[in-house]
């Protein structure tokens, strides 16, 4: 079958997200949730907006998102230097361990994802498809 970007795309990150969820449904993460956990494991303090752009979330979106998480105690909300227009959110002691098992998860997923492809083309393929997200990323621009 010959298979068009846009479908190989699509298609691939939803069995990436599907398998995602699936290695993580003992810790309750919703859809969303993940990704923000990624971002925040080196980001710790990050501001809304932010997380919002890095993981390519709408603000209203990655408000619910953030809600949710503040509720289930994964992360918390707070604002930094007298500044009340802007809130920072910071990882509690549950978000950091739950950022790891996202982390190990994605690592476990992407090995298996590259299994049987030489070094040589998985770091070929990475570098083209990072060309591909600075080009995306650039028309939105």
């Known amino acids: 079958m010959n298979y068009t970007f846009h479908y190989l795309l699509m298609a691939n990150h939803m069995m990436l997200q599907k398998d995602l969820l699936a290695s993580l449904k003992n810790t309750e993460l919703s859809l969303g949730q993940p990704k923000v956990l990624d971002y925040l494991k080196d980001h710790?303090?990050?501001?809304?907006?932010?997380?919002?752009?890095?993981?390519?979330?709408?603000?209203?979106?990655?408000?619910?998102?953030?809600?949710?998480?503040?509720?289930?105690?994964?992360?918390?909300?707070?604002?930094?230097?007298?500044?009340?227009?802007?809130?920072?959110?910071?990882?509690?002691?549950?978000?950091?361990?739950?950022?790891?098992?996202?982390?190990?998860?994605?690592?476990?997923?992407?090995?298996?994802?590259?299994?049987?492809?030489?070094d040589a083309e998985k770091t070929a393929f990475m570098n083209t498809f990072a060309k591909i997200y600075e080009n995306m990323r650039k028309r939105r621009e």
């Open 44 to 118: 710790n303090g990050a501001g809304q907006k932010e997380i919002a752009s890095a993981c390519h979330i709408e603000p209203a979106s990655l408000t619910s998102i953030l809600n949710r998480m503040e509720k289930q105690e994964i992360i918390h909300r707070k604002n930094l230097n007298g500044n009340r227009r802007s809130l920072y959110v910071f990882l509690t002691p549950k978000g950091e361990k739950l950022s790891h098992i996202v982390s190990d998860s994605f690592e476990t997923l992407e090995s298996a994802i590259f299994e049987n492809i030489p």
